[in-house]
């Protein structure tokens, strides 16, 4: 006790140092996680003082609510999709562009990663896949022939998820894609010439056996990364399929949430949402870690 | 043509014996394909915000405009005149919190890397989880208690309510700190030993190091603040950023197509230059982002 006193005061600047980011840290990320929580058993409004219903939000949120339902199944359906796609499309771009010469390297790198930072130039897609003959997919697809009558991408509930899918993975090398570039630039160059006297053949066997367990650590990183994007999806949705979409068709856990906290004001729900949805991400991040931790052993 | 020959020899001159060069043409086919489904959206973006706007509606699309015009920004500039808010109160509005929010975000998160990098003391493995697991979920589940947080604190309707949860981004910390561990313990020893204080450590030796970092933490929180529309946050007209502007302008039928192009192309080609200068650096940073 004396000790880890002392040690305390010993570190007295350290905890200086980091207390202007642990105080924003704790006040909008951690105590929230737990204020959701505690809210998630009330009835609350804003305007009047929260009551306590124990279980009600959940009950209701798992009994009764039919779109919420929808939400859950469209979100899995994105993230179960968007998810392991773009995971392997950030790594397989990356492992291509890294046997380009340095300057084509960062020109294609440019490209694959722009449209993550780009604002809202996802918009484009509106013009794309609009509805009338106007739409670039519609007179595209007229012109050749494949069909006569255009097809209302982003009103239809039978395409809706699929244009979501596409412009989500258009989106989606970010961070991760960055991770990888950079991991496989710091693997050890001695490792694939002595893979060569090992007896190691093709590029196939190069990549599993020597790449992939080299970077394993930015492996996990960009999963973390993936996984989280993958179960958020929102913004895309209520830009181009609208919010709240046709037949709820494009619905989300996220967008679920947006409307009960947003628009209905009923936060004690809002919150039941919000646990639940944190519970999914802490859940799917800790399986999907320790089954990459195995890659290549 | 040329761009082919320097892609095939880039290619070729690499190439090592295991590799065949049929696998390496439909790699390279692959490449393309896909270098064309990213490209070719921002591509059209930054095309489209140049033309009039009979051609917008042109099948098939033109990929550069036939007759170049700067028509959808005069259109935008004069949407925006029209406005009963002078349209640099918005500009200065998200200046303002782009800027504030960087330089804190990188400063305060550098701080607090620091000590986690460097040094042992008490709370510090705990602490450090808690940024790990905090990047297992996305903000938007905390958007409730935030909102009250806010409102409590008393900070609606001001910018800070923008600019203070955006500087307490863990993904910046996590890959400061990540990034921090590489340099060498002998530097901030024999600075020690030379009579340097911690404070004077961190800002004369660790901070002028990790600039590749700075890049890196600058690029992802000013994508997120440049784009910030205020959310539920600001309500009084003059405080909303420019995102907000844009995006009611944008909120058009199809003839507003053309103005939509323009404000897209402005909201894209900022964060992506910055990215094209400081391209290396934040790949540099990216190489120590791994996890256990």
């Not at chain 1, 950030?90 to 046997?99: K, Q, R, S, T």
């Not at chain 2, 935008?76 to 640099?88: A, C, Q, T, V």
Request: aromatic share 14%; charged share 15%; hydrophobic share 55%.
């Amino acid at each position: 006790m004396q000790l880890l006193l002392k040690n305390i005061k010993k570190s007295k600047h350290y905890y200086i140092l980091m207390a202007p980011f642990a105080v924003l840290f704790f006040t909008f990320t951690i105590i929230p996680v737990f204020m959701s929580l505690g809210i998630s058993f009330t009835y609350f409004n804003l305007l009047e003082p929260p009551r306590f219903i124990g279980l009600d939000n959940y009950l209701k949120l798992i009994l009764e609510d039919e779109v919420f339902v929808v939400a859950i199944k469209n979100t899995l359906i994105l993230a179960v999709v968007t998810g392991p796609i773009s995971y392997l499309m950030a790594f397989v771009f990356a492992w291509l562009i890294n046997e380009l010469r340095p300057k084509l390297r960062a020109f294609m790198t440019l490209i694959f990663y722009a449209p993550s930072i780009s604002g809202n130039a996802f918009l484009m897609w509106l013009l794309i896949f609009s509805g009338d003959v106007h739409g670039y997919l519609n007179a595209l697809l007229i012109r050749f022939g494949f069909m006569t009558d255009p097809i209302v991408w982003l009103k239809d509930p039978k395409y809706m998820m699929m244009v979501i899918i596409i412009v989500q993975l258009w989106l989606s090398l970010g961070v991760s894609f960055l991770a990888f570039i950079a991991g496989l630039q710091s693997v050890d160059k001695n490792l694939y010439e002595a893979g060569a006297i090992d007896g190691i053949r093709n590029r196939w066997q190069e990549l599993w056996h020597i790449t992939l367990p080299s970077m394993k650590p930015q492996l996990l990183f960009g999963a973390v990364m993936q996984i989280t994007t993958s179960l958020a999806i929102a913004e895309v949705s209520m830009q181009l399929v609208g919010f709240p979409s046709i037949e709820n068709a494009g619905h989300t856990i996220v967008t679920h949430l947006i409307d009960y906290g947003t628009i209905r004001f009923d936060l004690g729900y809002a919150s039941a949402i919000a646990t639940i949805l944190f519970l999914i991400m802490i859940t799917t991040n800790l399986i999907v870690r320790s089954i990459l931790r195995k890659v290549g052993e | 043509m040329n761009l082919f020959k320097s892609i095939k020899r880039s290619f070729t001159k690499k190439r090592k014996l295991n590799r065949s060069l049929g696998g390496d043409i439909a790699l390279f086919l692959l490449l393309a394909l896909f270098g064309i489904f990213s490209a070719y959206p921002l591509i059209m973006t930054a095309s489209n915000a140049f033309k009039p706007l009979d051609e917008l509606f042109l099948f098939p699309p033109r990929l550069f405009p036939r007759n170049l015009t700067l028509d959808n920004f005069r259109d935008l500039s004069e949407l925006i005149g029209n406005s009963w808010i002078p349209f640099s109160r918005y500009f200065f509005n998200t200046i303002l919190i782009t800027v504030i929010g960087t330089v804190g975000h990188v400063l305060i998160a550098s701080m607090c890397a620091f000590p986690l990098a460097k040094y042992k003391f008490p709370g510090r493995t705990i602490f450090f989880t808690l940024v790990v697991y905090s990047l297992m979920f996305a903000p938007q589940v905390t958007a409730t208690p935030n909102y009250i947080i806010i409102a409590k604190i008393g900070l609606i309707d001001n910018p800070a309510a923008i600019i203070l949860p955006a500087i307490a981004s863990s993904l910046g910390l996590y890959l400061m700190k990540q990034f921090m561990q590489q340099i060498p313990d002998e530097l901030i020893e024999s600075a020690k030993i030379d009579g340097a204080s911690e404070y004077r450590i961190f800002f004369q030796i660790v901070m002028p190091l990790v600039k590749p970092a700075w890049l890196t933490l600058i690029i992802l929180l000013f994508q997120r603040l440049w784009t910030t529309d205020g959310g539920s946050f600001i309500f009084s007209e003059e405080l909303k950023p420019l995102s907000y502007a844009l995006r009611q302008i944008a909120q058009g039928t199809i003839e507003r197509a053309g103005t939509i192009a323009a404000v897209s192309f402005i909201m894209m080609i900022v964060p992506i230059t910055f990215f094209i200068v400081s391209q290396s650096r934040i790949v540099e940073t990216f190489s120590h982002s791994g996890m256990k």
